[in-house]
């Protein structure tokens, strides 16, 4: 497995080990970052990993050979600053999970929307269009749809699924 990807695997674990530990404040998360760190640097990697947050967030930033790897998670979580500006954002969208590994181009956001996929969708066409994103795949199922558009060496793929007036929502965008 790539390290990038085993690396997002394991802070997405990390999220739910900090999330479920006992205890409070400064010990629970020196305990965690040293526990991600082991389990990170068993591959042979150093990296050494910063947790923080405010109340309904958990923030980490893992630095890496790689580079740095920044996540946020929970209520109050926020789009990454170094978000690209091509890659259109939902107005309104509530964002609880945000990944950047911004040396490698890669972004995920996740996070809910208080209107139907089908509004979502037609949004996410016109907007990507008008950023000169081009069409490459879609997949459409009721109260779903999964899309894949290019730009350059690069790729974004647009996940949602809804039911009602609530949409689930994950981009991803990265180089190819």
């Known amino acids: 497995m790539p390290h990038h990807k085993r690396l997002t695997l394991i802070l997405a674990l990390a999220v739910t080990l900090a999330a479920a530990m006992p205890g ?17 640097n068993a591959g ?5 990993v910063e947790l923080g947050g405010k109340e309904g967030q958990f923030n980490m930033t893992a630095k890496t050979e790689e580079g740095t790897v920044n996540m946020s998670v929970g209520e109050n979580a926020q ?11 939902y107005t309104g969208l509530k964002v609880q ?11 995920t956001v ?21 950023q000169g994103w081009t069409p490459m795949q879609t997949f459409t199922q009721p109260g779903m749809e999964s899309s894949v558009y290019q730009k350059g060496d690069r790729m974004v793929t647009i996940s949602m699924t809804g039911e009602g007036e609530t949409t689930t ?7 190819q």
Do not use: H, R
Not at 44 to 48: A, E
Not at 98 to 105: I, L, R
């Open 110 to 130: 996740s996070g809910t929307i208080e209107a139907a996929v089908a509004k979502v969708s037609e949004f996410y066409k016109a907007e990507t269009q008008k």
């Open 44 to 48: 042979d990697k150093n990296v050494n």
């Open 97 to 107: 999970v945000a990944q950047s590994m911004a040396e490698q181009g890669n972004f």
């Open 79 to 89: 789009l990454p600053k170094d978000w690209p500006q091509d890659v259109p954002i």
């Open 24 to 40: 409070c404040g400064k010990a629970k998360e020196e305990i965690t970052e040293k526990a991600i760190e082991a389990s990170i």
């Open 169 to 175: 929502l994950t981009l991803n965008t990265g180089k």
